[in-house]
Every structure is written in C-alpha cells, then in structure tokens.
Nanobody, 123 residues
Framework: QVQLVESGGGLVQPGGSLRLSCAAS????????MGWYRQAPGKERELVAR???????YYANSVKGRFTISRDNAKTTVYLEMSSLKPEDTAVYSC?????????????????WGRGTLVTVSS
C-alpha cells in the first residue's frame, strides 16, 4: 500500500556530513508528517526531526543547528541533512511517514516505517 525507500547511511568521521533520504510511494492521499527517528546502542529510540504537512518542523535538542530536515517539491521524499556529526550521533536511523490512504473510502490513516539505515560516526 505505502512503501518507504531509505538511503544515505554509512560511515563518516566526526565533523563530517551525511544526507539521508526517504521516498514514499503507493496509495497516498496525503501525508501529515514525515520524520526521522534513531536508536543508538544501549539507548531508547528517539525522534530526531519531523516535518508536518503545513511546514512546521521539530528537531530534537541534541541535533538543533546541525541537522536539517526537508522535503522535495512533491512532498513525498524527506531528507535529513546531517552536519558536524558526532560519535554520539551513531545510530540506526529510521524514516516514519504518516498520512491518509487513497486506497479506501472512507480514507484511512496510515503510518509506515522504513527498514532503517545505519549511521556510524567514528575515526
């Protein structure tokens, strides 16, 4: 019904940059939110950044000023540009998209997760 394709993870050195992308496709009537979560070793999963349909943006305090979340013109792909990366940013990053399905009437909400992509920040 709705699929997410993530890309962009990898190994970078401290201070480096990386861009994650997440493309949504399928039976989508509208998207309410697109966001990125992460789970580091030994830690709970946390919301890193999220953008809502109206354009409002949330960032975790730990990434403010370093990460930027954005969408493409079609608003079906979300990006996470990460700069000034720190070892503590090392985690599995997962895309999350929520919205309304176009497949059924009445329309139903959906929430889907990407498989996750590993970001490792290390010297």
């Amino acid at each position: 019904q709705v699929q997410l394709v993530e890309s962009g993870g990898g190994l970078v050195q401290p201070g480096g940059s990386l861009r994650l992308s997440c493309a949504a496709s399928g039976s989508i009537l509208s998207i309410n939110t697109m966001g990125w979560y992460r789970q580091a070793p030994g830690k709970e999963r946390e919301l890193v950044a999220r953008v809502a349909d109206g354009g409002s943006i949330y960032y975790a305090n730990s990434v403010k000023g370093r990460f930027t979340i954005s969408r493409d013109n079609a608003k079906t792909t979300v990006y996470l540009e990460m700069s000034s990366l720190k070892p503590e940013d090392t985690a599995v990053y997962s895309c999350n998209v929520a919205g309304l399905s176009s497949r059924t009437i009445p329309r139903r909400p959906f929430e889907v997760w990407g498989r996750g992509t590993l970001v490792t920040v290390s010297s």
